[in-house]
């Protein structure tokens, strides 16, 4: 039993560092040069999504707002109530869902493409309302779930994260964000410590 554990354990870990390696290989520069520039050069950006990929797409907001991008999480049910009156054509909105088509997702798209904001689509389906709605796709592929079940969002839960790290990645060199820009907004736990410490030596020695 512990040896069928253990099993489970390494081939999830297997398969999520393949997904990954795979992302690097169907990765479209054109399209992802294309959302580096809107992302860099928008008013605000906002980012929605239901489900684990909502989880992706809040930790995505909240890195843009650790470069000082001005960025926000919208739950889909919030969205349709009224939080779209903060998005307008100046605007990016970042929408994740696997298969294009998810329901709650189908209004959003609708008053996106109304206010004329720049929509960003990271889905699997190529074909769906939501990739042929939207002015960028990024495009994931994932071949399976980690999961012993092959349902749960695992795989392709990683792929989200690594994909919005890498448009994180690219987004500092192109603004040539530094450590101490990021110091001053982060001066909370180790990191805010560090940050701050080497701040301070630095006053010193000027």
Avoid: W
């Avoid at 999830?12 to 690097?24: A, F, G, P, T, Y």
């Avoid at 001005?70 to 909105?93: I, N, Q, R, T, W």
């Amino acid at each position: 039993m512990i040896k069928d554990i253990m099993n489970a354990a390494y081939v999830s870990l297997d398969m999520e560092k393949n997904e990954i390696e795979r992302l690097r290989s169907y990765l479209d520069e054109e399209s992802f040069l294309k959302a580096i520039d809107a992302l860099v050069n928008c008013k605000s950006i906002m980012t929605v999504a239901s489900g684990s990929s909502g989880i992706a797409a809040k930790k995505f907001a909240h890195s843009l707002c650790c470069i000082e991008k001005h960025a926000m999480f919208m739950s889909p049910s919030e969205a349709v109530h009224g939080g779209l009156g903060a998005l307008d054509k100046d605007d990016v909105m970042v929408m994740v869902s696997r298969g294009g088509k998810t329901v709650e997702l189908l209004p959003i798209i609708s008053v996106c493409n109304k206010k004329k904001a720049t929509l960003i689509a990271v889905t699997e389906n190529e074909q769906s309302i939501l990739a042929k709605s939207s002015d960028i796709v990024l495009k994931l592929s994932i071949e399976k779930e980690s999961d012993p079940l092959g349902l749960m969002a695992t795989s392709s839960f990683i792929a989200t994260i690594a994909l919005f790290d890498a448009i994180l990645a690219s987004m500092i060199v192109t603004t040539d964000f530094t450590a101490e820009q990021f110091g001053v907004i982060h001066p909370g736990g180790a990191v805010g410590e560090k940050l701050n410490n080497k701040q301070e030596d630095i006053c010193i020695k000027d």
